[in-house]
């Protein structure tokens, strides 16, 4: 691929591939060796470089530390039959974070950098990318404030950073949520929609309660009145209802998850039926009352599907009846893995492969 953009590399000498073991890996345990930097100041993006991995030096006036300019994405280059390396839907994540970023009056790094970096970056570091089926090379796109300055204000700096590391396929083992209607994971009009970190600082509260009381996550909803359902921890959240794979809308308090959209163009061409459209918690207890929903799981990057095994609604803990390989859930999983793979022709466009 001819590439525009004038990327300096310097390469590590001290290649820390032999330590990782990619056949025993855990989620976030192993970091590549390089990584691409690039800053943003005085009304321009300077050169991406590629460096060897290391950490950063900050000055503890920087503006992100204070008040919270941080956008990140979370994406994934998979390893792919014939050997070469897919990344993944890259256009649709560069886009997401280009309104992250504005929603957070951040800098805007050009589609050149994002792409052109990320590519030369995964290249460079492609044997870290695993072959383990279900295994993927992470990738970690993030920007923050990097001015230097402790008034309250807009940062007029920025650094850029992209990172992959190499994690396994997350076990679906089914887990257990727990409705939560006293606290909210983002409101109306507020930054529910952006990957910025203070809407993870937020939601670990109502998460580590969930915790303590025996469930692994937080279904997240509208707040005390009339709530409707919103998102299941950090993924957005499907449901099969009537034979119908049901989720909730888009809108300012839900993130539009690139996992989201994947599984309902694939459940759409699957032949099933599929519903965008808000989902009350009265009707989700219903439902399980009258037994017409059949499946429930969190959709996201990280696990694919989290398939859900009992939701708590005020008091009550109702479980669904267990998934088999016949689940839409698995069969929506096993698609989407088929075509990152390249066992199944890519026809939607989605792979970048190098
Ligand atoms: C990242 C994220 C998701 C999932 O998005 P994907 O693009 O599918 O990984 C869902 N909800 C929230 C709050 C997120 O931050």
Known sequence: MELLTDITIRKTTHSKLYEADLDQLEFGKYISDHMLVCDYGNGEWQSPQIVPFSNLSLNP?????????????????????????????????????????????????????????????????????????????????????????????????????????????????????????????????????????GNYGGAFFPTQLARQQGYDQVLWTTGKENPTIEESGMMNVMFVINDTLVTPPL?????????????????????????????????????????????????????????????HINGIDFTLPGYSHESLLNRLKEKLERIRTGIEEDIYGWNLVL
């Open 251 to 311: 809108s300012d308090s839900i993130l539009d998850g690139v996992t989201r959209d994947s599984l309902l163009i694939l459940a759409n061409d699957l032949g099933y039926k599929v519903e965008e459209r808000s989902v009350s918690l009265d009707e989700l207890e219903t439902a399980f009352l009258t037994k017409t929903i059949t499946e429930a799981f969190g959709a996201g990057t990280a696990a694919v599907v989290a398939p859900i095994q009992t939701v």
């Open 61 to 197: 006036a920087t503006l992100a530390l204070h008040y919270g300019q941080t956008v990140f994405e979370g994406m994934k280059a998979f390893r792919m039959k014939d050997g070469r390396i897919n990344i993944f839907r890259i256009e649709k994540h560069y886009d997401r974070f280009v309104r992250s970023l504005e929603r957070m009056c951040m800098a805007v790094p050009p589609k050149e950098i994002f792409t052109e970096g990320m590519i030369k970056l995964v290249d460079l570091d492609k044997n870290w990318t695993p072959q383990k089926r279900g295994a993927s090379l992470y990738i970690r796109p993030f920007i923050y404030a990097s001015e230097a300055k402790f008034g309250v204000k807009v940062s007029e700096q920025y650094r850029f950073i992209i990172f992959t590391g190499p994690v396994p396929e997350l076990y679906a083992k089914p887990i257990k949520v727990k409705v939560e209607t006293r606290y909210i994971r983002a409101a109306r009009g507020g930054t529910g929609f952006a990957k910025c970190g």
